[in-house]
C-alpha cells in the first residue's frame, strides 16, 4: 500500500454515498428510451413490407395469411436494436419496447412470431 490514508479517505467517502447498482432482479430500474423488444401490432399492418427492406440485418419477415392480415417473424438473434423499422413503418405496427430480459438458453427461443390477436367480440365455440 503506497497511501493508504488516500485510500482510506476514499472509502470513508464512498460509504455515504447511495448505491450504484441495484438488487436485480428484485429491483429493476427505469429504462427510459431503450430500445428492446419489437412489439407487433398486426391490426395496424398493411403489409407494404418496409420494415423487411430497412431492417439491416434482414430480422423481419412479413407474412400475409389473409386478406389485411399478416403475421411477422422476429430474429432476436439477428435484431440489433437499430429501431430503423420502427421509423420506417408508415402505420406505427412496430414499436420498440422497454422488455430488457432477452437473454434465452436456446436459440430457437430467440424467433418471435406475432399473430394477429383473436376478436373478443366472437362468440365461444360449442364443445
Do not use: N
Amino acid at each position: 500500500m503506497r497511501k493508504p490514508g488516500k485510500m482510506l479517505s476514499e472509502v470513508l467517502r464512498m460509504v455515504w454515498r447511495k448505491p450504484a447498482t441495484v438488487r436485480y432482479p428484485a429491483e429493476k430500474l427505469e429504462m427510459r428510451g431503450y430500445r428492446g423488444m419489437l412489439a407487433y401490432f398486426p391490426e395496424r399492418c398493411i403489409g407494404c413490407r418496409l420494415c423487411m427492406r430497412d431492417c439491416p440485418t434482414g430480422a423481419i419477415t412479413i407474412r400475409k395469411v389473409g386478406e389485411k392480415k399478416f403475421e411477422a417473424d422476429i430474429r432476436l438473434d439477428r435484431c440489433i436494436y437499430c429501431g430503423q423499422c420502427v421509423d420506417s413503418c408508415p402505420k406505427k405496427a412496430l414499436e420498440a419496447s422497454e422488455d430488457v430480459e432477452l437473454a434465452q438458453l436456446d436459440r430457437a427461443r430467440l424467433l418471435v412470431t406475432f399473430h394477429e390477436k383473436p376478436r373478443e367480440d366472437l362468440p365461444e365455440k360449442p364443445a
